[in-house]
C-alpha cells in the first residue's frame, strides 16, 4: 500500500471533514482561508489518491431499537470454516463489521440485535461455524 503525503491544509480539510462530511467547499474554505472551489480540488485529489473513501453518517442505534450492541470474537472450528463463516457474516444483516484477526481468535465482528432473544438466535447460528466469546457493550466512551 502506498501512502501520500499531505499538507497542513489538506490534513485540515479532512478533518473537519471526519467531524462534519455535511459541511460545504465554501464552509470548509471559510475555515481553512482558502476559496470553496480551491477545497473542492483539494478534495477530489485526495479522492483519487484514496485518502479520502467515502463519506458516512453518525447514527443512533436505539432510536430504531437496536437495543443490543455486542463484540463477538469468533474461534472457528476448521480452515474449511473460513469461506462459509465470512459469507454468513457478510449477509447476516446484525453483523456490522467484520475483521479477520491474529492472536486469538479467527474473527471479530460487531453485531447489533433488537433484542436478547434475536442475539441468542444469531449465536445459535454462528455455532455452525465454530465458537465464539461475546462482550456486550456497557456504555461507549468516546
Not at 37 to 58: C, F, H, K, P, S
Not at 106 to 132: H, I, K, P, S
Request: proline share 1%; net charge neutral.
Amino acid at each position: 500500500m502506498t501512502s501520500y503525503l499531505i499538507d497542513n491544509t489538506d490534513y485540515r480539510i479532512l478533518q473537519l471533514l471526519i467531524d462534519d462530511s455535511t459541511l460545504s467547499h465554501k464552509d470548509i474554505g471559510a475555515m481553512v482561508h482558502l476559496t470553496g472551489q480551491a477545497v473542492g480540488a483539494r478534495v477530489r485529489r485526495m479522492r483519487e489518491l484514496g485518502i479520502i473513501e467515502g463519506y458516512t453518517i453518525r447514527w443512533n442505534p436505539l432510536r430504531i431499537g437496536q437495543n443490543i450492541h455486542a463484540f463477538i470474537t469468533v474461534f472457528l472450528s476448521s480452515n474449511k470454516d473460513h469461506l462459509p463463516f465470512q459469507a454468513f457474516a457478510k449477509a447476516h444483516e446484525s453483523v456490522t463489521e467484520l475483521y479477520r484477526i491474529s492472536g486469538e481468535g479467527c474473527y471479530w465482528m460487531r453485531v447489533r440485535t433488537v433484542d436478547q432473544e434475536a442475539l441468542t438466535a444469531f449465536l445459535d447460528e454462528l455455532l455452525n461455524y465454530g465458537n465464539y466469546r461475546i462482550n456486550l457493550d456497557m456504555g461507549q466512551i468516546k
